[in-house]
Each structure stands twice: as structure tokens, then as C-alpha cells.
């Protein structure tokens, strides 16, 4: 080891030392920053010294923290999910957009409350201040003002960044997917709202992973309790932003932070504490409403009239069994104006692994709500585009199901392989590929060897490992009679096909098998 490598390590100890030391004493975030800046520093120079120790660079082969690599099987049950949630997008009349990975700085500044500090910001790349999309419902609203729409039912799923500290086993990362449902333009009140539930719900029990509950609530009642509670209006947001953590602490650490971290006193406190701990249906409306020091505010007043009607159509779309209006749901980002959601499932669910019963801890699976004046914030003219959307956590889903699968040992199709052409014995190559030509250009999902003369038995085996349920076995003395054999693979009954017009013959075969009659 080189003088100067050793001199390095040393001041990577002490530097590394020195940046615990500040984060235990929470100092600043700036002054961290830039300790941990130096100790980066540090730890690069360390990597340039063994690269010119071993003649190249060397490289550290990981992903990037909060990121991960998906094999085929996660990517198999990924997109059978995808599919399940854009099918009822679809079936709810939605089209969809996409729009860039990344956005000029000054769109996503300013529209995240307090999440502001977790956006990716880019280097200055000729004359433009980039950061990667942190959500996808402020890029649609900038879309929107954009294009001049003033009306749109869309989806859009696709990757958000997040400088988050990641939680990997409960699918928290810094790199993960969205999907979004939204409905823009002026309706009347609450029936776009209610769809969007109804989306949750449909999306939720297709899905089938367990019991779960739809919370409810509306903006411009929490504004209303706050304002009743004594919160200075400056406070609204900042005290929101305590009370959406009521879903993972205690009602005294929330507390505790309203009253430590945002100023509050604590009378003030166990008010908003008096109500943030209700939850029910439109029973829980109609005592609001008896409330005087609640119906003396003009948005409590607005907000509960509007609850009420939502509860009410949700009623009517058969969604009783699955929503609570909750008083504790907040959601901390700005741009809500009006009713939001979040959809929990109600027992975590469990998943047995080697005898051994193991909990699958996750946090909502579901989120959104009315955004009303974000659309304007982009518009020349201030010209607003009423907006209420949905966000399913899929990340959050994969988890789960992934978890499910490794602990019963399931192993998914990775292709949609339907044919294997394989060859009995030597010299038949060119056979499969002009078979296999037929089988493409007739679009039949097939595959065969890439040796020229691989082994029956090998080609057979790789079929049952693969799930592709039929083996198409070409021979010369059947070649010679204008026949093929056709293999049921998990059966391993056989019977010969014409060889004319394989394609067609093959395709009527395969509608056979699915429906059981081989």
C-alpha cells in the first residue's frame, strides 16, 4: 500500500467521523452537505489510486443506492401488474401521455411543500437548470398549460427520482414507477372525485393483495379545523405536513413536533389532536356539522358539504366496504385543493417462508386528491384546468407479490413462448428455420436451437423448463410423408400435423389447448 493511499484512508476516518458527529448533533443540512462533500472527495481519490495501481480504472459493480436490477421473473410479475392496472384505466375511458424524465428546475420548485428537498437537481447543461420529475401530476399540469387543454382523461405510467433515504424491502426507492390516472377539465362537483375512487378500488381487488381502505378526506377541511384550532395561517402548511405522518408515528410524536419544530403551543395541539384522531362515514359528517367552532370557518363549512356528496355517490358505486372518511389523512404536498385519498391495506399481510410466518410491512398503496390551481401556476393568463388524479404505489405492490412468490417457491413464464420447433436428428437446420419462418410470418410465438444439431432430449428439457407448452419435433421420415409430429409438452401426447399451411393448422391447435381439448 502507497504512502499517500494510506495518508487518504486516514483522512477518510477522521473526515467520516467527523460528518456522524454533526449529523448526531443535527446540525444544519447546508453545513453536513458540505462535510460530506469532502469526504466523497476523499473516497474518489482513493478509487483514482487503485485504478493507477492496477493499470485501469476500477470499478465498484452495484447499483446506485435506492435503485435496483430486475431478473426476468420481477419482471414478468411487474408487467402482468401493469397490465391488470392499465386495463382499467382503459376501461374507464383514459388515453395516455408521456412526458421528459426531466424538467427546467423553476416547474418542480415550489409545489412539493416540504418534499421540495428530496428533488434530483442536474448540472447546468447549456444555459438550462434541469431536475428529474419528482411525481407526474406537475409535469401533466405544465402539459396541460402548454397545449392549451382544458379537458383530458389520462394515464401515464412511467419512472419518478426521489432523494429519499430508501427503504428497500418495503419498495421505497430513489428510481421507481408511477401510475397515474387523472381527470381534467369543470364537472360538477365530486363525480370525477368519485371515479377516481372507484378506479382505486377496481385496481386494488384485481390485484388481490388483501383487505384494504380507501381514506377520505378534503383540504379545505383540514384548513377550516386548522384555522378553528388557532393554526396562524402561515402555519397550514408546515402543521399538514405533521399531520400526514399520523399513518407511521403516534399521535404524541406528531404532536411533539408541532410543538418543538413548527411553533405551536400545546392547546393548540390537543385541539387539532381532538380531531385528527376521528374516522367514519356520514355519521361522522353530520357531527362535524353540529360542530359551531367548525361551521364559524367558511372552508370547513365548503369542505364538509363537499365529503358529504362524495361519500354519498361513492354509495352509490357500491363502495361502502371500502372507504373511511379520516381526519388524520393530510398528505403533505402543496397543490392539494380539495378532497384526498389514500388507499391502506387493513392487516399487513404475511407471507410464510420455510415454516416461518414473516409480516410484509408497506405503507399506502395508493394516493391523490384535487388539484385545482396547479394548471394556472403554469399559464401566461393564470387561466386554471380543474384536476383530480389517482397514484397507484405499484412499487409498493411489487414488493409484496414479489415476497409472496420467493416464500411459496412460484416461478412465473418469463416469455410468451407458445412453439419450440425442434429436430429429431442431425442435418434438419434449415428445415426449422423455414419452419419457423412460417410460424413468424403466421404470428405464432416460437423459438428453436441455435446449434445446428442439438440433442432431442436437450430441446424437450428446455420446453419443460420453460413452460412453452408445445414442441413442434420435425424428422425426415415425417418430413417425407408432408407431416411434423406436434408434442403437448406437459402430457407428452403426440399427434402429426399436415406440414401445408403449418401456421394455420398450428393456430387452431393452440385455441384447442387453451380451451383443454387436444
Known amino acids: 500500500m502507497s504512502d499517500n493511499r494510506e495518508k487518504i484512508l486516514e ?4 473526515q467520516g467521523d467527523l460528518v456522524r458527529k454533526l449529523k448526531a448533533a443535527k446540525e444544519p443540512k447546508e453545513k453536513i452537505d458540505v462535510e460530506v462533500a469532502k469526504l466523497l472527495a476523499l473516497k474518489a481519490k482513493v478509487t483514482e489510486e487503485d485504478g493507477e495501481a492496477s493499470g485501469g480504472q476500477k470499478f465498484m459493480l452495484k447499483t446506485p443506492k435506492g435503485t435496483r436490477d430486475y431478473n426476468p421473473q420481477q419482471m414478468a410479475l411487474r408487467q402482468g401488474v401493469l397490465d391488470k392496472i392499465v386495463t382499467v384505466f382503459k376501461k374507464h375511458g383514459a388515453e395516455s401521455i408521456d412526458t421528459p424524465v426531466f424538467e427546467r428546475k423553476e416547474v418542480l420548485t ?4 416540504e418534499d421540495s428537498k428530496l428533488i434530483y437537481d442536474l448540472k447546468d447543461q447549456g444555459g438550462e437548470i434541469l431536475s428529474l420529475r419528482y411525481d407526474l401530476t406537475v409535469p401533466l399540469a405544465r402539459y396541460l398549460a402548454m397545449s392549451k387543454i382544458a379537458s383530458i382523461k389520462r394515464y401515464h405510467i412511467a419512472k419518478v427520482y426521489r432523494r429519499d433515504n ?21 364537472y360538477d362537483c365530486m363525480i370525477p372525485d368519485a371515479e377516481c375512487v372507484k378506479v382505486v378500488s377496481e385496481i386494488l381487488s384485481g390485484l388481490d393483495i388483501g383487505d384494504y381502505v380507501i381514506k377520505l378526506n378534503h383540504r379545505m377541511l383540514l384548513d377550516g379545523m386548522f384555522e378553528a384550532c388557532g393554526v396562524p395561517t402561515d402555519k397550514f402548511r ?41 374516522s367514519g362515514g356520514l355519521d361522522l359528517v353530520e357531527k362535524l356539522q353540529k360542530d359551531a367552532k367548525l361551521m364559524a370557518t367558511k372552508s370547513a363549512v365548503t369542505g364538509l358539504e363537499q365529503m358529504k356528496k362524495l361519500l354519498k355517490y361513492c354509495e352509490v358505486l357500491g363502495l361502502c366496504n371500502e372507504i373511511r372518511f379520516d381526519l388524520s389523512l393530510a398528505r403533505g404536498l402543496d397543490y392539494y385543493t380539495g378532497v384526498i385519498y389514500e388507499a391502506v391495506l387493513t392487516a ?32 401566461p393568463k393564470g387561466k386554471q384546468v380543474p384536476c383530480v388524479g389517482v397514484s397507484i404505489g405499484v412499487e409498493r405492490i411489487f414488493s409484496l407479490l414479489e415476497a409472496k412468490q420467493a416464500a411459496e417457491g412460484i416461478k412465473m413464464r418469463t416469455t410468451d413462448v407458445e412453439v419450440y420447433v425442434a429436430s429429431a436428428h442431425k442435418g434438419l437446420h434449415e428445415q426449422r428455420l423455414k419452419v419457423i419462418t412460417e410460424l413468424w410470418d403466421g404470428g405464432i410465438k416460437a423459438e428453436h436451437s441455435y446449434k ?67
Open 110 to 113: 415550489g409545489k412539493y411543500g
Open 452 to 518: 445446428e444439431n442439438p440433442k432431442l432430449l436437450g430441446q424437450l428439457q428446455h420446453c419443460e423448463e420453460h413452460g412453452i407448452p408445445f414442441a413442434l419435433i420435425l424428422g425426415s421420415s415425417e418430413l417425407e410423408k408432408g407431416v411434423v409430429k406436434l408434442r403437448e409438452v406437459s402430457s407428452r401426447k403426440e399427434v402429426e400435423i399436415s406440414r401445408v399451411n403449418i401456421a394455420e393448422e398450428l393456430s387452431l391447435r393452440l385455441s384447442q389447448l387453451r380451451n383443454g381439448d387436444f
Open 238 to 278: 408546515s402543521i399538514c405536513s405533521a399531520v400526514d405522518k399520523l399513518d407511521k408515528s403516534p399521535w404524541e410524536e406528531v404532536k411533539r413536533e408541532m410543538m418543538e419544530e413548527k411553533g405551536l403551543d400545546e392547546q393548540t395541539a390537543d385541539q387539532i389532536g381532538e380531531y385528527v384522531q376521528l
Open 348 to 379: 399487513m399481510p404475511e407471507v410464510t417462508n420455510g415454516g416461518d410466518v414473516e409480516p410484509v410491512t408497506l405503507g399506502s398503496v395508493a394516493g391523490g386528491g384535487r388539484y385545482d390551481n396547479l394548471v394556472g401556476m403554469f399559464d
Open 166 to 186: 430508501p427503504a428497500m424491502t418495503r419498495g421505497r426507492y430513489r428510481e421507481f414507477y408511477q401510475c397515474d390516472f387523472d381527470i381534467a377539465g369543470t
Open 11 to 14: 483522512q477518510i476516518k477522521v
